[in-house]
Structure formats: C-alpha cells, structure tokens
C-alpha cells in the first residue's frame, strides 16, 4: 500500500483446480476467450506494474496435486507454462513478484500436509497468540470495549489457549472471536438495554456455543464464573 504496489489475493480450497491456477477457456458471447488463472494474471500485473504481491490464502487448503503447479513459479524459472496457449509467462528481468501464502496449522481440519517440494520453495514464519499488550491494543482499534471487559475477556482468550495446550478444551478463542464477542455484545446492549444480560447473551452466542461436548462446556463455564461472575447458566 505504502509503495503502491498492487496485490492480487486468491483464496486456495480443495475445490480449486489446475484451471483457477493456469487458466481456462471461457465462452463471452459469442466469443471463446482464454481467461487467465492467478499465476500468470500475477505475472502479468508484475510486468505491467514492475511489481505486484500475490497472496495465496489457505496454501495448506490445495490437494498435493494442486500444489505441484505452483512450483515453476516459485523458483528460478519465475514463469507460468499454458499449454492450451503454447504460451509462457515469464517474468521480466526488471519486475518483482512477491509470492507469499497463509496457512493454518496443519492439526486444524480441511488442510493437507505441504509437499516437501513446495515447503522447501518458502521462508516460514510461524505467528503466534498475540501478547496481552498487542492483543489489546488490536481489540481497541476494531471494537468499542470498555477497558475492563476489554482485559477480562483477553484473560478468558488465554485460559481458554492454555485448556487446550493441557488437553482440557478443544478450541481457543482468537482476536478474531474477542471482536465478534464485542459486535454482539454491543449490539445485545442497545437491544436489552442492560449490561448484564446483553453480556450474558453474547457470552453464550459467541464463545461458549463454540463448544459442544458437555464436560468442555461446563469447564468453560467455570472460566467464566471465576472471571466474570456466575453470568452464564
């Protein structure tokens, strides 16, 4: 953004094919015309604009299959063969293309493991749980909170990480979860009019429901009490 530099985002899944990557041919009209797919789009931008970003969403989300055919990109051949075209993309000596991706740990479910191939074509960097400081400040740009059920909630975000680092619950809150508690939770106030219950209600919708085994819920529940109060029935 700073360098104005353009970004073209594709979000991967297991439904996507050779042709999302590559390219397909389309009918307009009257008219069959090929439709590039995001590798060589990306090229193509990168050339124009002497530099571009690709980031591929969910890479860990592609089949084995799929994954192969972003390997001519990602190393030093930096183009993009189509053969329905005979045509390669390649980039130009003077352009710059950034290629990263996003990927959830591989314990999370709908993922594949990364072909050893591709992992070995990235530099890694693992992100974690932001700290109670940088967390904060995150939930202060993008909710309404106020700071004391700011920092309670935060603390009920990390028991609930800590529960499932010793096996005790199946699911963690993210920063994520936190600002959508803080969506509901102000919109619960101007529905009930009381703080209470409209803290009551989205406690429920947004964190607890996350759980549905029975035993999880009521350890959940405890997390709640010893924070919050006896709040949740």
């Known amino acids: 953004w700073r360098k104005g530099i353009p970004i073209i985002q594709f979000d991967c ?4 094919k050779r042709l999302d990557l590559i390219g397909r041919f389309i009918l307009q009209g009257n008219e069959v015309k090929y439709l590039l797919g995001a590798l060589p789009t990306a090229i193509e931008v990168a050339n124009q604009k002497d ?3 690709l980031v591929l969403e969910e890479l860990n989300a592609l089949s084995p299959q799929q994954q192969k055919v972003l390997n001519q990109i990602l190393d030093w051949r930096r183009h993009v063969y189509v053969p329905e075209l005979g045509k390669i993309y ?7 293309l950034l290629i990263a991706a996003t990927m959830n740990p591989s314990t999370y479910g709908g993922v594949f493991e990364l072909n050893e191939d591709l992992k070995s074509r990235f530099a890694e960097y693992v992100f974690y749980y932001p700290d109670e400081r940088h967390e904060s400040k995150i939930l202060s740009k993008i909710t309404q909170l106020p700071d004391e059920l700011k920092t309670r909630m935060i603390l009920l975000a990390n028991e609930t ?3 499932v680092n010793q096996g005790e619950l199946s699911y963690a809150l993210s920063t994520r ?8 939770y102000e919109n619960y106030k101007r529905m009930f009019n009381n703080e209470r219950r409209a803290l009551e209600y989205a406690l429920k919708v947004t964190v607890v429901n996350r759980y549905t085994d029975r035993q999880e819920i009521e350890t959940f529940k405890a997390r ?4 919050f109060g ?3 029935d």
């Open 161 to 163: 990480r800590a529960g």
């Open 13 to 16: 899944s297991e439904n996507t």
């Open 177 to 184: 979860d936190l600002a959508m508690f803080a969506n509901v």
């Open 224 to 227: 709640i009490s010893s924070i």
């Open 51 to 53: 530099a571009a970003v």
């Open 90 to 96: 390649r980039l130009e000596n003077d352009a710059k």
């Open 230 to 232: 006896k709040v949740v």
